[in-house]
T-cell receptor, first 115, second 113 residues
Framework: QQQVKQSPQSLIVQKGGISIINCAYE??????FPWYQQFPGKGPALLIA?????SEKKEGRFTISFNKSAKQFSLHIMDSQPGDSATYFC??????????????FGQGTILTVHP | GAVVSQHPSWVICKSGTSVKIECRSL??????MFWYRQFPKQSLMLMAT?????????EQGVEKDKFLINHASLTLSTLTVTSAHPEDSSFYIC?????????FGQGTRLTVV
């Protein structure tokens, strides 16, 4: 019930291409879905997040698509750049309740963008 | 955004000794902080929830006597790895929430030799 499944494990994209990473969750109580970017030896940094009351959110080159009925959400990186090469994690949490702030992470996707 | 600072960034210790890792929220107060552990090329696994002024809540399978957590103030939580062994070598990361957003420290690389 607490799992978040992420795919693919790794992704290679050419510069300028679109990177797509997918996540699926089981716990319908989750109501906050962030994506994090992590560089080697660093802590994760928030990229973009979505609440289930909207189906899409865009910030610059990053877009989250959210499908509540399918319990799936995805990250799209448009015009991918070599500097985007990093590990990406999806996560989910409950905005309220006793689990407030506890993030359940997906397994991570290693993105490599070739110049 | 808000800043969470972790110290040290890396530490090497001998087997059997204890190591303390600090997590500070620099520009906001955090009644709750979280401690994660990350093995190479793996995801972050929540170890415990640190609560200011009360006992930490540990996730299933995490030894609370080995990983001591103290949240002495609204801006500081510490994780002490007691009697460290090589299998405790890992990347430890803390986070604190401001409103709904989690801010992470830069992580601490612990190597036990």
């Amino acid at each position: 019930q607490q799992q978040v499944k992420q795919s693919p494990q790794s992704l290679i994209v050419q510069k300028g291409g679109i990177s797509i990473i997918n996540c699926a969750y089981e716990n319908t109580a989750f109501d906050y879905f962030p994506w994090y970017q992590q560089f080697p030896g660093k802590g994760p940094a928030l990229l973009i997040a979505i609440r289930p009351d909207v189906s899409e959110k865009k910030e610059g080159r990053f877009t989250i698509s959210f499908n509540k009925s399918a319990k799936q959400f995805s990250l799209h990186i448009m015009d991918s750049q070599p500097g985007d090469s990093a590990t990406y994690f999806c996560a989910a949490s409950r905005y309220g309740g006793t689990s407030y702030g506890k993030l359940t992470f997906g397994q991570g996707t290693i993105l490599t963008v070739h110049p | 955004g808000a800043v969470v600072s972790q110290h040290p960034s890396w530490v090497i210790c001998k087997s059997g000794t204890s190591v303390k890792i600090e997590c500070r929220s620099l520009d906001f107060q955090a009644t709750t902080m979280f401690w994660y552990r990350q093995f190479p090329k793996q995801s972050l696994m929540l170890m415990a929830t640190s609560n200011e002024g009360s006992k930490a809540t540990y996730e299933q399978g995490v030894e609370k006597d080995k990983f001591l957590i103290n949240h002495a103030s609204l801006t500081l939580s510490t994780l002490t790895v007691t009697s460290a062994h090589p299998e405790d070598s890992s990347f430890y990361i803390c986070s604190a929430n401001m409103v709904s957003e989690a801010f992470f420290g830069q992580g601490t690389r612990l190597t036990v030799v």
